[in-house]
């Protein structure tokens, strides 16, 4: 079945550095979609990606869906504490609304 | 309610027990998803519900566990003797079926953490 992987798994920066994580599928994708977790807290949606090609921003954040649809990118730029948290990338297993699949995850933490 | 609500929050059981987690979807969401997190560990899918009704029961990982959806709303998830490794966090989600390519964003709960000892 359809596999979403991530990379990597764990990234320690210090404050002020970017930060990027990668997501890749087996397949191609319809959308893709990035959820962020806060250590203790539960997934929160952060953005969907639908378009070959697509690139999103929300603030110091930065969204990028491959031209194959079978990859995707956040950057995120001069991190800052309250980044820190583990990054999901999912993407339907089938075609149509199904289940979403989930990454493993980046951890992401930041060092004041 | 505001946001998916799960219960209980905190369960330790025995090995061999029974136990029930319950999760209330914000109202009007149509799809309930039911994932699992061990410790450190990625986001397992195990059922999905539309309505009532279970289309996809694949991710269930053994024939102890199984879920049921009454009213469109409340999902019970229930693991007949417990074993060890069923140790996780159990989070549901929710969320309105879009029109294809889009998929509904997922609202999840804060979970329910299980202890078999």
């Known amino acids: 079945g359809q596999q979403v992987m991530q990379i990597p798994q764990y990234q320690h920066v210090q404050e002020g550095e970017d930060f990027t994580t990668y997501c890749n599928s087996s397949?191609?994708?319809?959308?893709i979609q990035w959820y962020k977790q806060r250590p203790g807290g539960h997934p929160v949606f952060l953005i969907q990606?639908?378009?070959?090609?697509e690139v999103k921003k929300q603030k110091r954040l930065t969204f990028q869906f491959g031209e194959a649809k079978k990859n995707s990118s956040l950057h995120i730029t001069a991190t800052q504490t309250t980044d820190v948290g583990t990054y999901f990338c999912?993407?339907?297993?089938?075609?149509?609304?199904?289940?979403?699949?989930f990454g493993k995850g980046t951890r992401l933490s930041v060092i004041a | 309610g505001a946001g998916v609500s799960q219960s209980p929050s905190n369960k330790v059981t025995e090995k061999g027990k029974d136990v029930e987690l319950r999760c209330d979807p914000i109202?009007?969401?149509?799809?309930l998803y039911w994932y699992r997190q061990s410790l450190g560990q990625g986001l397992e899918f195990l059922i999905y519900?539309?309505?009532?009704?279970?289309?996809?029961k694949s991710g269930l990982p053994s024939d102890r566990f199984s879920a049921e959806r009454t009213g469109g709303s409340v999902s019970t998830l229930t693991i007949q003797r417990t074993q060890q490794e069923d140790s996780a966090v159990y989070l549901c989600?929710?969320?309105?079926?879009?029109?294809?390519?889009?998929?509904?964003?997922?609202?999840f709960g804060e979970g329910s953490r299980l202890t078999v000892l």
């Open positions: 397949t191609t994708l319809s959308n």
């Open positions: 109202s009007g969401h149509t799809a």
């Open positions: 990606l639908v378009k070959s090609g």
């Open positions: 989600a929710s969320s309105r079926p879009l029109a294809s390519p889009n998929t509904g964003e997922l609202f």
């Open positions: 519900f539309q309505g009532n009704s279970a289309p996809d």
């Open positions: 999912a993407g339907p297993r089938d075609s149509g609304n199904t289940p979403l699949v």
